[in-house]
């Protein structure tokens, strides 16, 4: 098999043009225009893969999409290898380099390839019957030699360093595949002079035209045809064309989805290039064009390399100059073969034999065939072939009547070539949820009802002959722009019967025969038989069983054809067996262009309030808190998070502390039933708070439990400032706007989000009041004039303030709410303000503790959804006198009172220094094993500098009425003992707050 | 019946594997049984089980409108743990997993239950947090669950990306080595097999229409398309379609239904060799026996019956999979589908009785059902057969909606400070 198999003349190649590549570390060379399938072709290698179960050697079959065979990895690094590529869809490139996959030590010599001698006995589904014994041994033995044995190529194994682009587009009509009759389909809706676009997966638009040199359409060669469409669909500027771009999905109200290839195909992808892109495109109309895929026939030995479909081997040869053999056994059932047996014939190709199914063939290309003297057998079956990594024989045999098989004669040759028919190409239309009927004269399944606003043309419909196929695409398209259609194209095209065969050829070669159904997966006709011997009647448990149609090319060679095996075995109509669902991607499509510019940073949006930089600035450890990015502590030194906090939590107990609260949610909640709809939202009672005066709110879901809480101000009769906790304010406020639109549409109130309206600075500690004297004009600080849970309007550092006196800390404490684009420069002012009274700068962590040391709690820490206000000691909050509010009704329940729900209390543990863990259980005596009854859990546990000592929050079952028990913590192998406390650590008489 | 083994593969392999029989039968249905289950996914197909075996009720039927699996069963991503919060659901997680671990020899189907382990990440101290509660009350539930470091939780599991160019780094993982995946088909298959042999009627495309009640409310036949059949007890294990068919009884369930969907990328040799689950950034992912890596996340945000959802639910998962796992960012989508899942206020299910006297219901599963399968299956079977809770599925009543006993393992995903 040695010599060039290119042809000297024809296809849409560059003969002078040399590209070399390297296959399973052989270099060779293949040329412009080439796929990595044809230059292997061309090097007389046909020898491409491993199927996935039997690891039989395989040839490439097709010639595009649906191959299911030369699957390959090809890589240019660690980090941008892709495996599973199907050869036939890989344009070939400078230094290419590429490898097998699913064989060891190498392709032509693979030790997996014993599975085949194993056939007998591992039949499709056979895992599910054995390898049950013993129950250890699945996760230490078997799983592990499957898996291993299983997959295909190789994940890469470092990261992708490229990029992925995604965009949007909208257009009047999309036409999906640019062959004849997606071509006339965008030329007619482009004189509609809406936006058209055209997309194609090929590198070139054309489709089946470009295995079609000879044709002539409306006086041009077919060349020059293409040339001329594209060139006015290029020259309309509302005309968007894109090749190398694949329809994979269509979603929903005309939405598909294209994938764009951008430079795989390039050697040298400039640096920083996008890799792919993402359309997403929302047509108005879509014409579907997608063409239709060849069917292989199903015979004893029908994988050996060498054997493939008749017409890919015909589009080898006219768009690539490639023969796939020298002496070809053509086997058919249908009269496009003949097309190829001519064309090879007058390449100089020997046609051994034409084996034809059907007893008499008739019509223009067979008389062709004859006519040119090549060796026409009818009533011919092909039952087998012979050959190791290439096949070199045929057999034939003639069928009888009554289905019987005359002697069997073994043909010579380097290739057979099949073709059963085509298979209209109804994946998209599906995905879209039209109705397929099935068409038994083209033994198809065919577009019949559509779902959405859509249309199919050309051979995707059943429409083969190309005059009908151009006239079909400018109907369709010119219908989708609403215009009338243009008149009908002539072609020089001979016409073929689009009748073809399905199901397996009949054969005498006995039970251990394999005739493959799906190349990929192994799957054979005996496998779908003994499926349905097993009682598997559905296609789809018929799919899932043996695995047909699972692999990566989805079934296109094999579906229609296990369909044909299954109505002969279940001997019912093939339409009463139905297909497969197809689902979306119609090709796979990379991960990377689906997660697009999102990684890293673009991953989620950060939030970072106005005063971030200056905390970068002073050296703060960041935490995440929803898209926030928060202050945690401020490490001076070497300080680690406990000692920062610690010297933080003294500083603002001493003396002051200053905390960057602008992440907190702020809604503006305003109109004459203002306060009306407080009233029915929060638990509180909201009528008899003064303007000017503030209250701490709390939010319960509809199910009466904890959902939100935050200080609300009153700035006006009809105006709060209410505040949530950071990662709630969207919730907040959608459940604001849910209850108003849809419970109490009759008040005269709205909601604006003002979060980022505000910066937020928090200054706490006892020196909090000196610190801000010097800087507010128009606020009288003093405590009779704006006491705790007060707020006045003014001045700060000359910008305007809502100045709130409230403390998350216990001490004395102001919130300083700013415009945010001010934020820093007041923080910067009140920072220099207190330097001389030793103010620093605390974080989130701090912060924690401190108000654990207050008992305030955190919701969603102390309560986890299941607390009711009252479970977090919040009853005081409620507004007893009030007709209802959101979990009024559910807090009413008996359960929601009953003495054993769990409660807030705090824990001292026995020894000081000892810190709980966050989550640890707590149980109410010693020495208990699991499953052990437990009645508690620590929500917040921190060292308290304050107290020389370590405190806990916990929900503990009746924890109220346990105050001075001891409990314990399961810890390690022992526990750890804890006492019962009231929540409150510090300053409980709240004298600190009140100065 | 012939018996699944080894040998008996090898005895058929000489004839051709000529020998086997159907799995199950294809009977008409009959005019009347003790008891019928509706929805031939796992869990119906489970209750006829273990009606059949563990209580001897084998005049049963399981009607299935489609074909067996066609639902969830055969739609998920086969996760299976019982680290969940509350004691009520560890048991009941728990109880299935013991059930998984003999369930392919009970059956004598393989159905592939494997302990790969696992991992769910932390991405925040919030989650840190929520992850170290769950290891705490499950061990004190004596359900293993371990916290893991980064570098541990990388250790665990190679491809993991735990560096800070992250958005969401890693900070740690919850581990449960218990924890694994398996073979969904073979569930439903190898419960309708064994359930089958038992002499369960297995009805596939028979859709029920309609429940009939008696005088006294009571149960007495159910519509299908098939025909009236009698009978005094019902189950319901119909998972999205579950409020359908109790509203043909007149219950209302407190259930909404989403699309879910799930994704497989291209089969590719071992390289992931656990399941990491991160609900912060919402995805999951393990390797299939078959090499295909299987990726989910949460549902859609629409309610809807159409088995598919929108390719920005998918593309959000796919950012959250490269983000961790960086090296399979040129891994490709093979192929992507939906499920319906039901779902209730707390995400807990509802196993037990209803209103209505004869009639039983096992919904609510919403994402994550399939591990249950074994646990809900036996003790709907239980309280069927006993007109009466299983202690295990006592807590989990249609009641506790109204009394407010919820079972709030939503609570995991509470607000962040
Ligand atoms: C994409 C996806 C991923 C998931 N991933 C996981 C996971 O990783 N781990 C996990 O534990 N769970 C997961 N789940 C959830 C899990 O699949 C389900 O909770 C579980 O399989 C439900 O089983 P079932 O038997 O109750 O329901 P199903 O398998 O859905 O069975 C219900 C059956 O009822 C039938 N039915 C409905 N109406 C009627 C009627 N009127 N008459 C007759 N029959 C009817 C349906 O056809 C269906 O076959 C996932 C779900 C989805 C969709």
Same mark, same amino acid.
């Given at each position: ?995 | ?197 038992? *002499?369960? !009627? /297995? ?6 229409? $309609?429940?009939?009640?008696?005088? @006294?409310?009571?149960? #007495? +036949? ?75 996340? *949460?549902? !859609? /945000? ?6 598919? $959802?929108?390719?920005?639910?998918? @593309?959000?998962?796919? #950012? +959250? ?97």
């Amino acid at each position: 098999m040695s010599g060039s198999f290119r042809t000297g003349i024809g296809g849409r190649i560059r003969r002078e043009r040399t590209v070399r590549f390297r296959f399973d570390g052989v270099t060779y060379a293949g040329v412009e225009g080439d796929t990595l399938a044809s230059a292997l072709l061309a090097n007389g290698v046909h020898l491409m893969g491993r199927s996935f179960k039997y690891h039989r050697p395989r040839g490439v079959l097709g010639a595009g999409a649906d191959e299911p065979n030369a699957l390959v990895e090809v890589t240019r690094g660690a980090g941008r290898t892709v495996p599973n590529v199907r050869a036939t869809q890989v344009e070939l490139y400078e230094g290419l380099e590429a490898r097998s996959q699913n064989r060891w030590p190498s392709l032509a010599l693979d030790v997996g390839a014993v599975n085949n001698l194993m056939a007998p006995f591992i039949p499709a589904g056979f895992y599910y019957k054995t390898f049950m014994w013993p129950r250890k041994a699945w996760d230490a033995l078997y799983e592990p030699v499957i898996r291993a044995a299983a997959g295909l190529g190789h994940a890469p194994t470092a990261p992708d360093p490229d990029t992925y682009l995604n965009r949007y587009a909208h257009c009047e009509v999309l036409v999906i595949g640019a062959g004849p009759a997606g071509l006339s389909a965008a030329l007619a809706a482009s004189r509609g002079g809406g936006r058209v676009m055209l997309v194609d997966e090929q590198c070139e638009p054309g489709g089946s035209l470009l295995a079609e040199p000879d044709v002539r359409i409306d006086g041009l060669s077919s060349r020059d045809w293409i040339a001329r469409t594209v060139a006015e669909l290029q020259a309309n500027p509302r005309v968007t064309l894109l090749s190398r771009a694949t329809a994979f999905g269509y979603f929903a109200h005309n939405m598909i989805a294209v994938n764009e290839r951008l430079s795989d195909h390039l050697a040298q992808p400039a640096a920083g290039a996008p890799r792919e892109r993402l359309w997403q495109i929302r047509a108005g109309e879509v014409v579907i064009a997608a063409g239709a895929h060849e069917r292989p026939l199903v015979f004893p030995d029908n994988d050996r390399p060498g054997i493939l479909l008749a017409g890919a081997a015909r589009t080898y040869l006219n768009r690539y100059g490639v023969l796939p053999g020298r002496r070809v056994v053509i086997a058919t059932g249908h009269d496009e073969a003949y097309r190829t047996a001519i064309d090879l014939s007058r390449a100089g190709v020997e046609v051994a034999v034409i084996a034809d199914l059907r007893p008499r063939p008739t019509g223009p290309l067979v008389e062709q065939a004859r006519a040119l003297g090549l060796a026409i057998r009818t009533g011919c079956a092909i039952t087998g072939s012979r050959g190791g990594l290439r096949v070199t024989h045929a057999r034939l045999s003639a069928i009888l009547a009554a289905g019987k098989l005359g002697p069997p004669d073994e043909i010579a040759c380097d290739a057979v070539l099949m073709s059963g028919g085509y298979t209209p190409s109804v994946h998209l239309f599906s995905q879209s949820r039209g109705k397929l009927r099935w068409d038994e004269a083209l033994s198809a399944f065919l577009p019949d009802v559509s779902a959405e606003r859509e249309r199919s043309a050309g051979a995707c419909r059943g429409i083969f002959a190309l005059d009908a196929v151009l006239a079909d695409g400018a109907a369709a398209g010119a219908a989708a722009a609403g215009i009338d259609a243009p008149p009908a194209l002539r072609s020089t095209a001979v016409d073929a019967d689009p009748a073809g065969v399905m199901g397996a050829v009949p054969h005498d070669r006995g039970p251990d025969a394999r005739a493959f159904v799906d190349w990929q997966n192994d799957v054979t006709s005996k496998d779908l038989k003994l499926a349905v011997r097993e009682g598997f009647q559905s296609v789809e448990h018929v799919k899932r069983y043996t695995t047909n149609g699972m692999a990566t090319d989805q079934g296109k060679t094999s579906n229609i054809n296990a369909l044909g095996v299954l109505a002969d075995e279940l001997k019912r109509p093939v339409e009463k067996i139905g297909l497969t669902t197809f689902r979306m991607p119609y090709t796979p499509v990379t991960f990377g262009v689906l997660a697009g510019m999102a990684r890293g940073d673009l991953f989620d949006p950060v939030r970072t309030t106005p005063i971030h930089g200056w905390a970068v600035e002073n050296g703060a450890v960041f935490e995440d808190v929803s898209l926030w990015k928060r202050a945690r502590y401020f490490p001076q030194g070497a300080e680690d998070m406990e000692a920062a906090v610690r010297r933080e939590c003294l500083a603002v107990r001493s003396a002051c502390g200053i905390f960057d609260a602008s992440t907190l949610g702020k809604i503006e909640v305003v109109g004459r039933d203002a306060a009306e709809f407080m009233n029915r939202f929060y638990i509180n009672a909201w009528t008899k708070l003064g303007v000017g005066r503030c209250r701490y709110g709390v939010l319960c879901r509809e199910d009466g439990f904890v959902m939100d809480d935050g200080v609300v101000g009153r700035i006006a009769q009809d105006r709060f400032h209410v505040t949530t906790t950071t990662g709630g304010a969207a919730r907040v406020l959608n459940m604001m706007e849910d209850y108003l639109q849809t419970e109490w549409p009759e008040l005269d109130v709205w909601f604006t989000s003002t979060t980022e309206e505000w910066a937020v600075i928090a200054l706490q500690g006892p020196k909090a009041r000196d610190i801000l004297s010097g800087l507010v004009e128009g606020i009288d600080l003093s405590p009779e004039a704006l006491p705790h849970m007060a707020l006045a309007e003014g001045h700060i550092c000359g910008v305007p303030t809502r100045l709130f006196r409230v403390s998350f800390s216990g001490e004395l404490g102001f919130e300083i709410n700013v415009p945010a684009d001010q934020g820093r420069t007041v923080w910067e002012a009140v920072w220099a303000a207190g330097q001389p009274h030793g103010l620093t700068p605390y974080g989130t962590e701090t912060m924690h503790v401190l108000r654990a040391e207050k008992g305030f709690i955190i919701v969603g820490q102390e309560t986890d959804g299941t607390a009711t206000p009252d479970d977090v000691a919040l009853s005081w909050a409620v507004g007893k006198a009030k007709p209802d509010y959101v979990g009024k009704r559910s807090l009413a329940r008996p359960s929601m009172s009953a003495p054993d729900r769990k409660q807030l209390v705090g824990l001292l543990t026995e020894v000081p220094e000892t810190v709980l863990q966050e989550g640890a259980q707590i149980v109410a005596s010693r020495g208990l094993k699991a499953p052990m009854p437990v009645i508690g859990h620590v929500t917040s546990s921190y060292y308290s500098a304050v107290l020389g000592r370590s405190i806990a929050l916990a929900m503990v079952s009746g924890g109220r009425a346990r105050m001075g028990e001891t409990l314990y913590s399961p810890h390690g192998a022992g526990e750890i003992a804890v006492k019962v406390v009231g929540p409150v650590f510090h300053d409980p008489e709240g004298a600190r707050v009140n100065v | 019946m012939t018996r699944f083994s080894a040998f008996e593969l090898f005895r058929q392999g000489l004839t051709g594997q000529s020998g086997w029989k159907p799995q199950w039968r294809s009977p008409e249905p009959k005019a009347a049984y003790d008891a019928v289950i509706v929805g031939g996914g796992g869990h119906g197909l489970g209750a006829a089980y273990y009606l059949a075996s563990q209580h001897g009720m084998r005049n049963i039927a399981v009607i299935e409108k489609g074909w067996l699996g066609g639902g969830n069963t055969g739609r998920n991503t086969t996760i299976i743990r019982s680290n969940y919060l509350f004691p009520e659901s560890a048991g009941l997680y728990d109880h299935s997993v013991k059930l998984w671990e003999g369930l392919s020899r009970e059956l004598n189907y393989n159905v592939m239950f494997s302990q790969r382990g696992v991992m769910m990440l932390a991405h925040t101290v919030h989650d840190v947090q929520v992850f170290q509660r769950h290891v705490h009350a499950n061990r004190a539930a004596g359900v293993d669950n371990e916290w893991l470091t980064p570098e541990e939780a990388k250790a665990y599991c190679p491809p993991l990306n735990i560096s800070d160019n992250m958005r969401y780094p890693v900070l740690g993982a919850a581990l449960q080595r218990r924890g694994g995946t398996a073979r969904h088909d073979a569930v439903a298959w190898g419960y309708a097999r064994a359930a089958d042999r038992l *002499g369960v !009627d /297995i009805l596939e495309n028979c859709e029920v229409t $309609g429940i009939v009640r008696n005088a @006294q409310g009571a149960v #007495e +036949a159910v519509e299908t398309t098939r025909g009236r059949i009698k009978t005094p007890k019902v189950g319901v294990s119909a998972a999205g379609h579950t409020s359908v068919v109790l509203g043909m009884a007149g219950v209302r369930l407190p259930l909404e239904s989403f699309p879910l969907q799930a994704l497989v990328s291209e089969p590719v040799k071992p390289v992931f060799p656990c399941v990491v689950m991160s609900n912060t950034i919402h995805a999951y992912i393990s390797q299939s026996d078959k090499g295909e890596l299987v990726i989910g996340a *949460g549902t !859609d /945000i629409y309610t809807s019956y159409t088995q598919r $959802g929108g390719l920005h639910i998918s @593309q959000h998962t796919l #950012e +959250a999979i490269c983000e961790l796992f960086p090296q399979f960012r040129r891994m490709r989508m093979l192929r992507n589908w939906g499920g319906i899942v039901d779902v209730t206020p707390d995400r807990s299910p509802i196993v037990g009785k209803t209103p209505v006297p004869g009639l039983y219901v096992n919904c609510g599963w919403g994402t994550g059902g399939f591990k249950a399968t074994p646990g809900a299956a036996h003790t709907l079977a239980w309280t069927i057969a006993k007109d009466a809770p299983h202690p295990i599925n006592a807590p989990f009543t249609l009641e506790r909606f109204r009394d407010g006993f919820l079972i709030d393992e939503a609570a995991a995903a509470a607000v962040a400070h």
